[in-house]
């Protein structure tokens, strides 16, 4: 029962579960999303806030990453590449945006606490499944970013899941509403069918002349088409193909270390544990004193011998984020606790708990468990990495200098791509011929390339196309070196096609007007079984059918879960087209409620579960809506 009750809420559930609220932790919940900087231009504006091409460029890779990497997923790539496509991102980052601004107007913010532990569990700052603190330093430098920055973008990433969450947390659904979902699902029909198969050709209808092919390719001529197409010659530049030769020897390698020696520093860590006492945000002088009494009492219990710091936090500790992990915060540098904090932490030594210690929170009981001293990669332990890095900046570097070079000439002589390259020395490569929905494979694949390659610019005026963007450090430009006119087939090359296309039509006909004839004869009274023997059939009988019933023809299944209840002691007939000219005469003698009491509770509070959620992803959605209706949004399709 759990298995059917699993593909019976299969299709709605996905919905329910991949709305709006999961679509935008899929967008912006991803490291990438946290390096993105702003740059001159935009392409939408919210309430006077920009949304830069680099915004909207980490929320699209997110998002094409995110469907790509679904289990089973068959999507296109090109796919992304349409309009609709990245208008449906764009709209998904200005929906961020909104909320964000929201959070700002009703006073929403993330406490630091809850950041830490949101570093801690990423995936590529662990090791061995631990949050690794020289792990996450290493790759801030390497993206040059400070701590201080980093945690200002995980900030802003869990506000625009805030009021999400809490409008999708607070939804409901009744005991009530999932019987009634469950009675309809649960629905189960009785019906007879008779299925009505397409005769053979006769004679006459597999006599066609010569002048009837004639008329009929005539009649149908853009049916039977040689599609237009091109080919086209290309230069492609790709930084990861470049044959760049950096200066690798010592001399420059450790110049560029010396230059570059902050990124190969660990500063000092220590590993904390805390438990807070916490304050009002302007506490009087007798809630100071109130507080720090208890703080003494809770330091006394944890210097006491034998204590345990962690039950301890788990008992008294107001921070919620670190209580029931013990208070544990993991490991610190300098910068992600206050001042005070900090402070206090200079003066400890390893397995020192600390007095009470005041900050903006309130008073901090702080348990040392470790520290690591700051460290300095030498140059021998990163020469390896400074030689990858050489390579690929060297690599950028002649890229960056080529394509500048290839893109100057090509609009100084859009005429063609052979002076460019000779001079150059690049190689001029020639597609096959492909078609206005492009290639299986190769660089016409690509739908950037099969755009220019039918545009005005190529196709019609004979010139190169502007250069193509086909990724990071990545481009190509094209010039047409042949175009074929879309042309009618040979009359003779389709004539047998177009045979059997004009006896199926005959066919088809005849077997809809026999199938006409017997519903109307059931429709007057003549009985199925009758119909059936006059047919030759066999009348098939389905009781307590359900909407995913095997064996049965899902059209037929379809149809028959669409007819009106009969009335008492009376049926509901209908005529069903199914597939290869096939049709069904059926009679529905009866519908029966499902029964909710046969689904498990386990999977009865799933469903309630399942549903409370898709309600609150309608409220979402409706709260988001109202925000665009009286917000000020100013949008660029063009610089998508």
């Known amino acids: 029962m759990l298995q059917f009750i699993r593909n019976l809420f299969k299709s709605w559930i996905v919905i329910a579960l991949f709305g709006v609220v999961v679509v935008i932790a899929f967008l912006f919940f991803g490291i990438e999303g946290y390096f993105s900087q702003s740059n001159a231009t935009w392409v939408a504006k919210v309430d006077g806030h920009e949304i830069s091409q680099q915004d909207f460029q980490t929320a699209f890779n997110n998002y094409r990453q995110s469907q790509m990497n679904q289990p089973g997923s068959t999507v296109d790539a090109s796919e992304f590449e349409k309009p609709a496509v990245k208008q449906k991102v764009l709209d998904l980052v200005i929906n961020r945006q909104l909320l964000l601004n929201e959070n700002d107007k009703l006073g929403v913010r993330v406490p630091d606490a809850a950041i830490r532990a949101e570093i801690a569990s990423f995936p590529v700052f662990q090791v061995n499944g631990k949050f690794d603190p020289s792990t996450y330093l290493s790759y801030l430098a390497q993206q040059g970013k400070t701590a201080a920055e980093f945690q200002d973008s995980i900030r802003s990433d869990l506000a625009s899941r805030e009021v999400p969450q809490a409008i999708v947390g607070t939804a409901f659904a009744t005991k ?350 003549t009985q199925l079984d009758a119909l059936a023997q006059a047919a030759g059939q066999p009348v098939k009988q389905e009781t307590g059918a359900l909407r995913n019933a095997q064996g049965v023809d899902p059209a037929l299944l379809k149809a028959v879960f669409t007819l009106a209840h009969p009335a008492p002691g009376a049926t509901t007939r209908a005529l069903v087209p199914l597939q290869g000219g096939h049709f069904a005469l059926v009679a529905l003698t009866a519908v029966k409620p499902g029964d909710p009491a046969t689904v498990p509770a386990e999977a009865h509070s799933f469903l309630r579960e399942q549903m409370a959620r898709a309600f609150g992803d309608a409220d979402l959605q409706a709260f988001i809506a109202a925000l665009r209706k009286h917000a000020k949004i100013e949008t660029e399709p063009q610089r998508l």
Do not use: C
């Open 176 to 525: 009530a509403e999932v019987d009634a979902f469950l009675k309809l699902q649960l629905q189960q029909r009785d019906f007879s069918y008779v299925d009505l198969p397409p005769p053979a050709p006769t004679a006459a209808q597999s006599d066609v002349t010569a002048a009837q092919i004639a008329d009929y390719y005539q009649a149908h001529r853009t049916e039977f088409m040689n599609p237009e197409e091109v080919s086209v010659n290309y230069i492609e530049l790709n930084a990861a193909t470049m044959d760049a030769k950096p200066d690798l020897s010592d001399k420059a390698l450790e110049a560029q270390y010396t230059k570059e020696k902050a990124r190969f520093v660990t500063p000092s860590q220590w590993e904390v544990a805390h438990i807070l006492v916490k304050l009002p945000a302007k506490p009087t002088a007798a809630e100071k004193q109130a507080a720090l009494a208890k703080a003494e009492k809770i330091d006394a219990l944890a210097k006491a011998p034998g204590a345990d710091f962690a039950k301890l936090a788990e008992q008294y500790s107001d921070d919620l984020g670190s209580k029931r992990q013990g208070g544990d915060l993991g490991w610190l540098q300098k910068g992600d606790a206050g001042p005070e904090f900090q402070a206090a932490l200079d003066k400890m030594q390893k397995g020192d708990i600390s007095a009470p210690v005041l900050t903006g929170d309130g008073y901090h009981i702080i348990d040392l468990r470790d520290l690591r001293a700051g460290h300095t990669q030498s140059f021998a332990d990163v020469r390896d990495q400074l030689v990858a890095e050489a390579k690929k900046d060297a690599s950028k570097d002649a890229y960056r200098d080529v394509g500048g070079k290839l893109t100057d000439m090509i609009y100084n002589d859009p005429t063609s791509l052979k002076p460019a390259a000779k001079k150059l020395g690049l190689t001029v490569q020639t597609t096959p011929l492909f078609g206005r929905t492009g290639a299986k494979a190769g660089i016409a694949a690509n739908p950037k390339v099969v755009k220019a390659a039918f545009s005005d610019i190529v196709l019609v005026q004979g010139n190169t196309s502007d250069p193509i963007d086909l990724g990071p450090d990545h481009m190509v430009v094209i010039h047409l070196n042949k175009h074929v006119a879309a042309a009618p087939k040979p009359l003779a090359s389709v004539s047998d096609q177009i045979r059997q296309d004009i006896i199926q039509q005959r066919v088809d006909a005849t077997a809809k007007a026999a199938a006409g004839a017997a519903f109307a004869k059931l429709e007057a009274g």
